[in-house]
């Protein structure tokens, strides 16, 4: 159960990039009351948990109905995976990032509400914590215990997720950018590993199961 949660845990942590979202949360909520800032951190957290939370129990259920194994599934989620991991080495993913961010600002009139987009989907929910928490649950859904312990190790990303948002000035001034990009480019090789392997399990198990 410890290497289950560990794994689930650092795959989850990579993919969600909390420190990745939380310099973004902070663009977001720029020149924003200190109460509207908290109120979008955990509206944000709470919708991203629920929307997650519907695909670990219920993405397997909708497959199935979409005719889709779960094989291919994991191997689809393997390489979306692995172009995101792509995206952060080269920092193609946080220049987007930033983009959306500066795109909505130019477009504000007062504090808008951001807790569904872009916080919640896609900057926290987005579709390679979809395919990560839909592939853990899928691995043991004979095992009710250990898809507890794979929602903990998502509960626990999301809790990080939102300290980290609370204090994302803070962070911001201690990190610096240097950091942050050495940080990002880590988690991406550690992120394209995992991805590769998804991508071999799936396709071991259609062609050789």
Known sequence: MLDLFIASFVTLFVVIDALGVAPIFATLTAGA??????SMAIRGTIYAGGLLLAFAFGGEWLLSRMGV???AFR?????LMLLMSIEMLFEKRQARRESRAETMLEDEDGPDDISVFPLAI????????IAAI??????????????MV????MLANLIIALILMLIAPWLLRVMGHTVGALITRVFGVILAALSVQLIFDGIKNVFFA
């Open 75 to 79: 191997t689809a989620g393997g390489l």
């Open 69 to 71: 194994s779960l094989d």
């Open 134 to 147: 839909m592939i853990f649950m899928s691995q043991q859904h004979e095992h009710p215990l250990a898809q």
């Open 150 to 153: 794979v929602v903990g190790a």
């Open 122 to 129: 896609p900057l926290l929910a987005g579709p390679g914590s």
């Open 33 to 38: 009351s200190a109460a509207h800032s908290r």
